[in-house]
Each structure stands twice: as C-alpha cells, then as structure tokens.
C-alpha cells in the first residue's frame, strides 16, 4: 500500500504480517491487536491512533511518526532492530518495552511514558523533554 490517508477505521485482530506500507498516514485509527510481524512501513506517520497490543516482531518502521497516539502493551524491542527509525510526539505509551535497541536521537517530545522498560538502551542524544515517566524503568542506558 502506497500513498494512502485512511481516517477513523477500526482493525481489530488484523494481520499486516509481511505488508511494505510507504507514505501513508493513518488518522485517528484504532489498531487493537494486530499483527504487523515483518512487515514494513516507510514515511508513515499515526495520528491521533490507538495501538494497542500490536505484534512488532521483525517489523521494519523506517522514518515512522506517532502524534498524539495512545500505545500500550507493544514489544518495540522486537522490531528488526538494524531498521528502524521513529518518533514519538505528544503521544501516552504504556507498558512498551524498548531493551536493548540502538536509539541515538530518537525523540519523545512531550509524551507520558507510563512503566516502559528501557534496559540497556542506547538512547544518546534522545530528546525527553516535557515528558512524564511515571513508572519507567531505565538500566544501563
């Protein structure tokens, strides 16, 4: 799928198992456990998304964008970790884990991070700011 607006769809245990998605924006959607497994997705940008319980396994996000989105429960630990690239703004995340990931300039700007895990992260010029991280866990970052 390529340069798509999709707005206010509702997919619930979907499967985009293996699908490359470039350009696309997807607005005030709502992803409840879903599988995204390696799949690909390049200059995408959620806003305003529900993602919840959503399988990253070998996913590839490249220059992905989560504005004002509401995260939880997802394994961003288990995405391919030589390609990735993302951005979070203003969006709640919850219960995310993001051990042992290579995070260098990776931006959080005034996000809630509420009991994430970042164990062994690599997050060197990471910008946090205006962000709350109730409950966050960072070992040996």
Do not use: P, W
Not at 90 to 103: D, G, R, T
Request: charged share 30%; hydrophobic share 35%.
């Amino acid at each position: 799928m390529e340069n798509k607006t999709i707005q206010r769809k509702e997919y619930v245990k979907a499967s985009f198992a293996g699908c490359k998605i470039s350009d696309c924006f997807f607005e005030e959607c709502l992803f409840i456990e879903n599988c995204f497994s390696g799949g690909e997705f390049s200059f995408c940008t959620f806003k305003n998304c529900n993602l919840s319980l959503v399988d990253f396994e070998k996913t590839r996000l490249h220059e992905v964008s989560f504005q004002g989105c509401k995260i939880t429960g997802a394994n961003f630990h288990l995405l391919e970790k030589r390609l990735f690239s993302m951005g979070f703004k203003e969006s709640i995340l919850q219960s995310c884990n993001f051990s042992h990931l290579k995070m260098k300039k990776m931006s959080f700007e005034g996000s809630k991070l509420k009991e994430c895990d970042f164990k062994e992260t690599l997050l060197s010029e990471g910008n946090f700011k205006r962000c709350d991280l109730e409950g966050t866990l960072f070992h040996q970052c």
